[in-house]
């Protein structure tokens, strides 16, 4: 079904300057468990392109090589290897060491010859880790994992996947979305407009986390050890909220304190009550309790604690640490969002993707929730993650079952 090509090793065109050999880890990085996080970005074939000629394809592939070459020069920690030496600090050495890159071919039918006959069906999700580099895992050496990874799998028709997956350390999703604007702009050859849109300047100068949260070598915290959480078998669904549903989830959550609540915070709330509610069930315990965590851009916000609160205030749990330790069943749900990155606005030349989504993670994350913007309106894609008597439960509430609709197709 799928032919690999190739799979070579990309370093960047200018080597790093000696000055910049080495970039600290933050506390926020060290804390954040090993975890490959993989993304997937579907693009239609250029408007010219016939797509079934192999010259045009190996054009693609060597467009996306020097170009990722070249933006690798300016996101220099992403070409090197963690180092974790004695009286030292966490680290990356950036010694160029470079990131794997593979490009294959869709070499049979995957439903359907081409990518916009694959985004009408129901796209199975265990089929898109085939998109990715390597698996969406835990990692073991860190020493000698590459910080990210991608795959380029171009469709019969034109059409082209690139697979991502990043290493969980210095690299978010926020990052991703910049490094990948101006991959694309390179390749378009359109650098300096890109630059400007991230920042400017070298990826380091725009990573605050080492200077607003500087580690210690004496004072260096373990990763988390339990980041999977319950174990057990999970399921993980692919949910769509379109338009309709994320005006009526806006309208319930707003409040005097919220009159305009974004999708992140309505889509967050209404997810948080129901993976709440379904926890309780299946312990048979109504006295539930739930410590929630939310990632992703706040940037623009007026105020990141005000912001917080908000969020918070939707529904308004009250708890105390005692209560939470010995009287009631603990509710993790850690949801993560990717709204307001713009990754919609990645265009290597051939047009803005047709579809950003995920994959599978090969060790599933119980309770966790990873919001993107669906590629049609204003609507969200949700992977979500549940110990399975959980998930059937929720899979049941006729409510959720109202705004959350299971793996439809994409388009």
Not at 103 to 131: H, K, M, P, W, Y
Not at 218 to 235: C, N, Q, R, T
Not at 334 to 340: H, L, Q, V
Request: glycine share 8%; net charge neutral; proline share 7%.
């Amino acid at each position: 079904m799928f032919r690999v090509s190739s799979t070579e090793t990309i370093k960047p065109s200018s080597p790093t300057p000696a000055q910049l050999a080495t970039f600290k880890l933050s506390l926020m990085d060290n804390l954040v468990p090993p975890l490959y996080v993989p993304f997937i970005f579907f693009f239609y074939p250029a408007p010219a392109s016939t797509g079934s000629k192999p010259g045009e394809r190996e054009t693609i592939f060597d467009t996306l090589r020097s170009s990722l070459a070249q933006t690798l020069t300016r996101f220099y920690p992403l070409a090197g290897r963690y180092v974790n030496e004695a009286g030292s600090v966490p680290a990356v050495h950036c010694n160029d060491e470079g990131v794997p890159f593979t490009s294959a071919t869709v070499d049979g039918d995957i439903n359907g010859s081409s990518l916009a006959e694959f985004l009408r069906r129901r796209v199975e999700i265990d089929s898109l880790t085939q998109f990715l580099p390597f698996p969406a895992d835990f990692v073991s050496d860190l020493e000698s994992a590459p910080q990210i990874g991608f795959r380029a799998t171009a469709f019969p028709c034109g059409g082209l996947a690139i697979g991502v997956c990043f290493l969980h350390k210095i690299i978010d999703a926020a990052t991703l979305a910049d490094f990948m604007k101006l991959w694309s702009a390179v390749a378009r050859s359109e650098e300096k407009t890109a630059s400007a849109a991230v920042g400017g300047g070298a990826y380091a100068h725009n990573l605050a986390g080492t200077s607003l949260l500087p580690l210690r070598h004496d004072d260096v915290p373990a990763a988390a050890e339990d980041f999977a959480g319950k174990k057990g078998k999970m399921l993980t669904r692919r949910l769509a909220f379109n338009e309709e549903a994320i005006h009526a989830l806006k309208a319930k959550a707003k409040s005097d304190r919220i009159p305009n609540p974004s999708r992140t915070e309505a889509v967050g709330g209404f997810l948080w009550k129901h993976v709440m509610s379904a926890a309780a069930r299946s312990a048979a315990s109504p006295d539930a309790r739930s410590v929630v965590s939310i990632a992703g851009k706040l940037q623009g916000k007026d105020g990141r604690q005000e912001y917080m609160r908000n969020l918070e205030g939707l529904w308004k749990p009250e708890i105390t640490i005692g209560a939470v330790k010995n009287e009631c069943i603990i509710v993790p749900l850690t949801i993560s969002s990717t709204i307001g990155m713009r990754l919609y606005d990645v265009d290597f030349g051939w047009g803005k993707p047709a579809w950003v989504t995920m994959a599978r993670f090969r060790d599933p994350i119980s309770n966790a929730a990873m919001l993107l913007q669906s590629p049609v309106g204003y609507g969200v894609e949700v992977w979500l993650t549940l110990p399975e008597k959980e998930m059937d439960i929720l899979e049941q509430e006729a409510e959720f079952l109202t705004y959350a609709k299971n793996n439809i197709s994409v388009l």
